[in-house]
Nanobody
Framework: QVQLVESGGGLVQAGGSLRLSCVAS????????LGWYRQAPGKQRELVAS???????NYADSVKGRFAISRDNAKNTVSLQMNSLKPEDTAVYYC????????????????WGQGTQVTVSS
């Protein structure tokens, strides 16, 4: 069981920045692949960014060069720095922790935060 608590969402003007943070309650934090997902009204939830370790990250094409994901295993946190925000970034953002039962590519167990609203106005 992993509990995830998110913070940092809010209202920001286009071109602005926000930093989302998520803290996990688990003693095995380093064993999880972490990610940020988002879901806009009427759309499916999509992966924004994920991180296995400091140099192993993945980003959606729509946010490459603007967003940066990072993790601090000592503090059990994962963050998403969002710069140059656009109105199309508006969505509920969810923190995700995935535990792969038998290695990457196999069965996984997902844990989710409650979601935090990010609204970008123009």
């Amino acid at each position: 069981q992993v509990q995830l608590v998110e913070s940092g969402g809010g209202l920001v003007q286009a071109g602005g920045s926000l930093r989302l943070s998520c803290v996990a309650s688990t003693s095995t934090f380093s064993m999880y692949v972490l990610g940020w997902y988002r879901q806009a009204p009427g759309k499916q939830r999509e992966l924004v960014a994920s991180i296995v370790s400091g140099d192993k990250t993945n980003y959606a094409d729509s946010v490459k060069g603007r967003f940066a994901i990072s993790r601090d295993n000592a503090k059990n946190t994962v963050s998403l720095q969002m710069n140059s925000l656009k109105p199309e970034d508006t969505a509920v953002y969810y923190c995700n922790a995935a535990y792969y039962l038998r290695g990457v590519g196999g069965p996984r167990r997902d844990y989710w935060g409650q979601g935090t609203q990010v609204t970008v106005s123009s």
